[in-house]
């Protein structure tokens, strides 16, 4: 049992006995003792004196004799400030509590079972004319450590994600294809098939610009020539031949479609993310269109002259929403309705988490007010997992413009920059082999690029410095895995020495007040992993992660571990090594960052 739930159990069985009244455990308020004070837990006693009919003084000297008495082994003395109870700890049972940890491979996650609720993640998203961004990998990113998380915090989790790969966006890079590509393929070109599919998507912008300039010049109006440029409108023609089914449009589609799943793999491996089950926005479309169909026979929507469908929104505060265009093509709003159909036959979701930009914030408050509408158990309280936008020093990205920080570029640079980095650091490590310093220059690279994003509470906006991120001093990635790699190397060494840790620690070594202050940062690991679930943040096991080595770093500064002469000492240091550099491990895991051994 933690520390602070027998303190709980001591405080409310002793209020019982001295005042004769019975406390809930959630009235005990016991929090870290502040620095300038001795002790490790404070109570605060305030909530009592109604009970007591006593001075805060008097209440907490109540309080306090009656622990001593009542659980000595756990409370060695306390002292009283104010309204405050401040408790010392014994040692035996901080050093209980570090074995329980240390020993325990799963310490802080809530066990997975057959009844855990159900919760669906969409994360990526991406469209099938451009490779990914730094965007995406920000999305990407996001979207599997919180899978991890809501898997750490008792969750069964399914992780999906859905193509764009329809729609007048994927007709233009088709388009331009046709007209300029001669028959180029990834094969011919020797790029990855998204790239050379972006390729053409700036192609046709470039282009697309151009006509619209001279048609402005021409005199026409802007909006107009927007409209009437003759490539926009070949635009739209394709794409009412692909709904159409047109087996020309359809095989071409099809064809470079093929030739941007490769690409996107090979993304997706790089980054270390996966996914449950895909969906295709052209599989989900006509779905959507069917519940739309079926909410305007219920009278939810309604069908303009034109003979447009939209949804009148304006009871609850919004605006009327477009379903269907008067042309008869779906938008997005239609698709997210068709996906959560066949997602929702697919899984019997309890919570549906989207994790998607802040700029569709109205787009997933219309949504979810939709699905509720179409009878979703799970519409009502869909959670968007909204995040903010990833900055660069020289502004924002336009992938039209082909002004992006391209993914692939991105992960490539992160790792270059880890091997020159790291370059010292790796050469001097014995018999190490090239691939071995390629292996370690991919996890730092990675750890650093994943750390530096992950550390930002999503809801902000972030500027992405690469430079920074590859430090190994700070709040960064390598940083932590650094020390990780040296928790791994005293370990080792104290392996080499005959030194092992034994299942019982000895319950009578003496504590630092540094070595209680680390074992009080490896019990909050399980809060840090609450509180990423509850929140949906998983900077929080970021910044849990860096407090915790931070704090490591500090007692290794002043304590030895290997040549601690007492061997209680000793063997407890080793505990407390092995036990940060497991929870280090877990936690960095969870944010999808893998730690060398070696570094």
């Not at 993310?273 to 989900?284: C, G, N, Q, R």
């Not at 309890?350 to 979810?368: R, T």
């Not at 920074?468 to 932590?480: A, Q």
């Not at 915790?548 to 002469?565: I, M, P, T």
Request: aromatic content about 10%; overall charge negative.
């Amino acid at each position: 049992m933690e520390i602070s739930k027998k303190i709980v159990a001591a405080v409310v069985a002793g209020i019982k006995d001295l005042y004769g009244q019975e406390v809930a455990a959630e009235a005990v308020q016991l929090q870290a003792t502040r620095p300038e004070f001795e002790g490790e837990l404070t109570l605060v006693v305030f909530p009592f004196l109604r009970i007591s009919h006593k001075r805060p003084e008097e209440t907490a000297e109540d309080i306090g004799k009656r622990l001593l008495e009542s659980v000595p082994d756990v409370v060695s003395r306390y002292n009283v400030v104010k309204g405050f109870l401040n408790l010392s700890i014994s040692a035996a049972q901080w050093i209980q509590l570090l074995q329980e940890i240390q020993q325990n491979p799963t310490f802080g996650f809530v066990p997975v079972t057959d009844e855990s609720p159900l919760v669906m993640i969409e994360y990526s998203s991406p469209n099938t004319n451009k490779p990914l961004h730094l965007g995406h990998v920000r999305n990407n990113l996001l979207g599997w450590a919180l899978a991890q998380v809501m898997e750490a915090n008792g969750n069964r989790v399914v992780k999906t994600n859905i193509v764009n790969d329809r729609g007048i966006h994927i007709c233009k890079s088709m388009l331009a294809w046709l007209k300029w590509g001669n028959g180029e393929t990834p094969e011919t070109s020797g790029k990855k098939g998204d790239h050379l599919i972006g390729d053409y998507y700036v192609a046709f912008d470039k282009h697309y610009r151009q006509e619209v300039k001279e048609l402005v010049d021409g005199g026409m109006d802007e909006e107009q020539a927007k409209q009437e440029a003759p490539l926009i409108k070949e635009a739209h023609e394709m794409l009412v031949r692909w709904e159409a089914n047109d087996p020309e449009v359809r095989a071409l589609w099809r064809r470079m479609n093929e030739w941007v799943y490769a690409g996107f793999n090979e993304t997706y491996r790089a980054l270390g993310v996966s996914f449950d089950k895909i969906y295709y926005e052209s599989e989900t479309y006509l779905e959507g269109k069917e519940k739309v169909e079926e909410g305007l026979e219920k009278g939810l929507f309604y069908r303009r002259d034109d003979g447009s469908v939209w949804a009148d929104l304006t009871k609850e505060g919004l605006d009327e929403k477009l379903l269907l265009r008067s042309d008869g093509t779906s938008v997005y709003m239609t698709q997210d309705i068709g996906t959560a159909k066949l997602r929702f036959q697919d899984y019997p979701i309890d919570k549906m988490i989207y994790v998607v930009g802040n700029e569709q914030n109205y787009h997933f408050q219309v949504l979810s007010i939709l699905l509720d509408k179409l009878g979703f158990k799970w519409g009502k309280d869909l959670v968007h997992f909204s995040y903010g936008m990833v900055e660069l020093p020289n502004g924002k990205m336009k992938s039209r413009e082909g002004t992006v920080v391209d993914a692939d570029d991105l992960i490539q640079t992160m790792i270059d920059d880890a091997r020159q980095m790291s370059a010292d650091k790796v050469n001097k490590l014995e018999g190490i082999t090239d691939d071995e310093a390629a292996e370690i220059a991919r996890i730092v690279g990675m750890g650093a690029l994943k750390y530096f994003i992950l550390k930002v509470d999503a809801r902000k906006n972030m500027l992405f410095n690469p430079e920074e991120s590859i430090d190994f001093n700070g709040n960064t990635g390598p940083f932590i895995q650094y020390t990780y790699a040296r928790i791994r190397s005293i370990l080792r060494k104290a392996a080499e020495q005959g030194m092992e840790i034994p299942e019982t620690l000895p319950q009578t070594a003496e504590l630092s007040d540094k070595e209680i202050s680390l074992i009080q940062h490896l019990q909050g690991f399980a809060n840090a992993v609450r509180q990423a679930g509850s929140d949906y943040n998983p900077s929080c096991i970021a910044n849990y992660c860096y407090e915790l080595v931070k704090e490591y770093n500090q007692f290794y500064h002043d304590f030895s571990v290997l040549r601690e002469e007492d061997a209680d000492k000793r063997t407890v240091r080793l505990a407390l090594s092995a036990a940060v550099s497991q929870v280090v491990r877990n936690g960095m895991r969870l944010l999808g960052i893998e730690v060398p051994e070696r570094m």
